[in-house]
């Protein structure tokens, strides 16, 4: 049974850091470009960051760059979302996602809410 269990997300003040984790079972991990994609209210679910099987290569959306840092334990079947500088714009349900030639899946999300 392939999951992808989201962890990590919460309330943080502005300015603060939250590190999420993505815990990947039921699939080849290393087969897999792995992924952060984030769903605001009202608004369409958008790419934050991904990262190569390998991990040598990353990917970030304007909004995130120089704050958000994604990586990868291929040991560990996991992919991180290092957080920081956050903004209340931050503010969505974070989806991990798995990536191959041929299929795509998607974990249930964790909340990240930036308010002071």
């Known amino acids: 049974q392939v999951q992808l269990m989201e962890s990590g997300g919460g309330l943080v003040q502005p300015g603060g850091s939250l590190r999420l984790s993505c815990a990947a079972s039921g699939f080849t991990f290393t087969s897999y470009v792995m992924s952060w994609y984030r769903q605001a209210p009202g608004k369409e679910r958008e790419l934050v960051a991904s990262?190569?099987?390998?991990?040598?290569?990353?990917n970030y959306a304007d909004s995130v760059k120089g704050r958000f840092t994604i990586s990868r334990d291929n040991a560990k079947n996991t992919v991180y979302l290092q957080m920081n500088s956050l903004k209340p714009e931050d503010t969505a349900v974070y989806y991990c996602s798995a990536l191959s030639s041929y299929t795509r899946y998607w974990g249930q999300g964790t909340q990240v809410t930036v308010s002071s």
């Open positions: 990262i190569t099987i390998n991990g040598r290569s990353t």
